[in-house]
């Protein structure tokens, strides 16, 4: 079992940045998919960045290259989402995922919300005007 808690959210205005944490515990997660999604209210969630804990490639949704990086520290079990030039459309709830995967999956599979087991609660961005 993996528990995934997410922490560094807040209301920030556009173009300023953010980072974003997600803190695993319980079982290891070395050679684990994780990932970020995030989703608006009445929208289909969507896939921000995920990656390989055991070699930290990353793949990227659309809407995240070029603006955010995704990276995980192992000693700290930590996964992170550095998010700059931030905009209104980048307000949502972010959610960290986790789950066993193949680190020669491609970036269809990183980026696939339903293909993982473990999922935290969420934390809220807003990016005001």
């Known amino acids: 079992q993996v528990q995934l808690q997410e922490s560094g959210g807040g209301s920030v205005q556009a173009g300023g940045s953010l980072r974003l944490s997600c803190a695993a515990s319980g079982s290891t997660v070395t050679t684990y998919c994780m990932g970020w999604f995030r989703q608006v209210p009445g929208k289909e969630r969507e896939a921000v960045a995920a990656?390989?804990?055991?070699?930290?490639?990353?793949f990227y949704g659309d809407s995240a290259k070029g603006r955010f990086t995704i990276n995980y520290d192992n000693f700290k079990r930590t996964l992170y989402l550095q998010m700059n030039s931030l905009k209104p459309e980048d307000t949502a709830m972010y959610y960290c995922?986790?789950?066993?995967?193949?680190?020669?999956?491609?970036?269809?599979?990183?980026?696939?919300?339903?293909?993982?087991?473990?999922r935290g609660q969420g934390t809220q961005v807003t990016v005001s005007s």
């Open positions: 990656l390989y804990t055991s070699s930290n490639s990353p």
């Open positions: 995922a986790a789950d066993r995967c193949l680190g020669y999956a491609g970036s269809w599979y990183f980026l696939t919300y339903d293909n993982y087991k473990y």
